[in-house]
């Protein structure tokens, strides 16, 4: 036999108070949803040419996997990349106020050699330009710029600290042709691109910001040069620099 207590009853019918108790708390429930339960990857350490696992469960939420693609509900992949890779599982939940959540796993590959054309230390990006997209989401984002920097060839990565408010999808450096400076010939070579993606706040446009950078080897010279020490050249290298970064931004901005 149900007991209904009297304080119920004295606001109004027993069991139509409790359907409207059960109405309300739903209500409540409504953007409040829940949390990505898992992500994880097994082992976090293999040899080169081993595989791992990456498993998630991120319930209803619309998720990208940066560094592996699509995930939805409850899921595991086999992966083998070839260097040591960050997997970044960035959700975003369904709700009256959207609510994202962002995981990061390493995967360590042992027995690399390493690669005249992947050297970290070299990074050191310039300026940044400012760039913002309306009509899509956090998450469909991420997968544009990761798709617009894989056609242009580049081999791709991801980073995500806690203590940054932006996720930053990034190339390894890839060398280009020959850049010509006032009859001086250079070779020069974009070392990467980089787009910082920020979380979107309230009804603002999502934000992000796009760096470039290029070392530059003059003829004769076999040491390439983060900064160009000739004025002349250096105004040619911002030049095409500058239009490329542009080009790029309109293009995440879908106004190509």
């Known amino acids: 036999m149900r007991t209904i207590c009297k304080s119920c009853l004295a606001l109004g019918h027993g069991p139509t108070m409790f359907a409207l108790l059960a109405v309300i708390g739903a209500l409540l429930l409504q953007g409040h949803p829940t949390v990505a339960q898992t992500f994880e990857v097994a082992p976090s350490r293999i040899s080169a040419g081993e595989q791992a696992t990456l498993s998630w469960d991120v319930g209803d939420a619309h998720a990208y996997l940066v ?14 990349p070839e260097g040591t890779t960050d997997y970044i599982l960035s959700a975003e939940y369904p709700g009256k106020k959207p609510r994202y959540e962002t995981h990061k796993q390493t995967l360590v590959v042992t027995g690399i050699r390493g690669d005249d054309d992947d050297i970290p230390s070299l990074t050191r990006f310039g300026d940044a330009i400012h760039g913002t997209c309306k009509g899509v989401s956090y998450v469909d984002f991420q997968r544009k710029v990761w798709n617009q920097l894989q056609s242009l060839g580049y081999k791709v990565r991801g980073d995500y600290e806690l203590e940054r408010p932006y996720l930053r999808i990034y190339t390894n450096f890839v060398p280009r042709g020959d850049l010509i400076a006032e009859g001086e010939k250079l070779r020069g070579r974009r070392l990467a691109w980089a787009v910082d993606v920020f979380q979107p706040s309230g009804d603002a446009p999502l934000a992000f910001d796009l760096h470039a950078q290029y070392q530059l080897e003059h003829l004769g010279e076999t040491k390439w040069l983060a900064d160009n020490y000739d004025p002349a050249a250096a105004a040619k290298v911002a030049k095409v620099k500058s239009d490329e970064e542009i080009k790029m931004m309109k293009a995440l901005e879908g106004k190509q």
């Open 67 to 80: 560094g592996y693609g699509d995930v939805s509900g409850k899921g595991s992949a086999r992966v083998s």
